[in-house]
């Protein structure tokens, strides 16, 4: 028996929702009438959903891959992947991406999946390998698009058009209006929805200004001012300045992530995992951070060194003010440092603080050396974890489920205690690693 996809009502509530935004109604709309759509919309958005909840109405259980979304990085990808889960859609959903093992994926494509997300690259390695039929695809969606052609993947995407012969909707979803569409779309007379005019975010500008050469200083003061369910990203130009200020906040013991090009990726998702369920209060990163990640509602936007350009000013202050509607970006400049000419007025100044003494977060991260591939899921560790007695649901935070391993966020005060009873506990009547990730 196949089972319906829920109801735009079932869906709302699967997310959290109570209605959806202004962006994703006119996509819904727009759907109705045109084949061809272009979504001009920011990080932070919602265009996720929007471009989601577009293409349902034609999808079919069990008839093949029937939507492609392609996206330009792995982070971009798993965000996606993970909006889809939420949604619960009784769909399956493949993620296909560069990092992760080609073998797992191929065996996942035994039953197809009605919703395929990946990479340009991985993709089109899968069509050349043949691992599953495009011929069924007749949805596709380019998410972050003038991303992908900034990265070079023009030919991959060629390449993966050329097999999608069945194509009957297009979704273009970019930053930026102003870009040349490649003519392989066949992207004619498209549906503008231009996001950046219908829900406008409230973001707070302000500036810390702080003597020469005490910029370090001034970011510690503003991360001592956190409260403790108010979290931050601190933004970089470079990698090298990100290890600099994790190297100086080692010295007061800081619970941060850090996130950049250089890490490898296993790394980089344990430290965005990390701040999203709240292990880490701050998470110290460059540009990369600034679109398509997946990490949780925003309260502060702090640029460390400021962006060369607008564009990435307005995307680093895209990741708050999300389903909020408000957040606060602030610029920390020293003596005498000009502002940038896209800055249109002057921030508010923030007064000088004494530094205060860093917060420690209230959650932890488990690792747990099971994973899908071994059968285990989320109410296998909540019964694990529940079965000591000096533990309650309220202990237990985010849990996430990999291939061959799971992380669960753990109330700090029961760490160490719950660290030494889960040593000779097994998981479904195996011996599991389990450790606290640092």
Request: hydrophobic fraction near 40%; charge should be positive; charged fraction near 25%.
């Amino acid at each position: 028996m196949t089972i319906p996809v829920p109801s735009s009502k079932e869906i709302l509530k699967h997310l959290g929702f109570k209605d959806f935004n202004s962006i994703q109604k006119e996509m819904i709309l727009a759907a109705e009438k045109d084949q061809n759509i272009m979504l001009v919309a920011p990080t932070g958005s919602g265009k996720t959903v929007g471009f989601i909840m577009a293409v349902l109405n034609n999808v079919k259980p069990g008839r093949g891959v029937q939507v492609l979304i392609l996206a330009p990085t792995r982070e971009l990808v798993l965000q996606i992947e993970q909006v889809l889960r939420q949604m619960k859609l009784n769909l399956k959903v493949n993620a296909c991406y560069g990092g992760h093992p080609f073998k797992i994926e191929r065996n996942n494509f035994s039953t197809p999946p009605e919703i395929l997300v990946g990479t340009p690259g991985r993709i089109e390695d899968h069509i050349k390998r043949e691992t599953f039929n495009p011929e069924t695809i007749t949805q596709l969606i380019f998410d972050e698009f003038d991303k992908s052609l900034e990265y070079g993947f023009t030919s991959q995407m060629e390449a993966i058009v050329s097999h999608l012969s069945k194509i009957e909707r297009q979704i273009l979803v970019s930053a930026t209006q102003s870009l040349d569409v490649p003519s392989y779309l066949n992207f004619n007379k498209p549906h503008l929805i231009n996001a950046t005019k219908i829900d406008k975010p409230d973001i707070a500008l302000k500036q810390l200004i702080v003597p020469k050469d005490e910029k370090f200083e001034g970011l510690l003061q503003l991360l001592s001012q956190l409260k403790e369910n108010e979290n931050a990203i601190v933004f970089v130009n470079h990698r090298d300045a990100s290890e600099r200020i994790c190297d100086y906040l080692d010295r007061f013991n800081a619970a941060y992530a850090i996130f950049h090009g250089g890490l490898k990726q296993t790394t980089r998702e344990l430290e965005l995992m990390k701040f999203r369920n709240g292990s880490a209060q701050f998470l110290i990163a460059t540009d990369i951070a600034a679109r398509g990640i997946d990490i949780p509602e925003l309260d502060f936007v702090i640029h460390y060194q400021m962006p060369i350009n607008e564009s990435a000013f307005i995307h680093r202050n895209g990741r708050t003010a999300r389903m909020k509607s408000t957040g606060t970006s602030i610029l920390i400049q020293t003596d005498g440092d000009a502002l940038p000419d896209y800055l249109k007025e002057e921030p508010e100044i923030i007064p000088n603080q004494e530094i205060q003494g860093l917060i420690e977060p209230e959650w932890v991260t488990f690792y747990i050396g099971k994973g899908k591939k071994d059968k285990v899921n989320k109410i296998d560790l909540v019964g694990y974890f529940l079965q000591f007695d000096f533990m309650t649901k309220s202990d237990l935070g985010l849990i996430e489920i990999k291939d061959y391993s799971a992380y669960i966020a753990i109330k700090r005060k029961n760490a160490q205690r719950l660290l030494k009873a889960s040593q000779t506990k097994k998981i479904k009547n195996r011996t599991t690693k389990i450790q606290l990730v640092k």
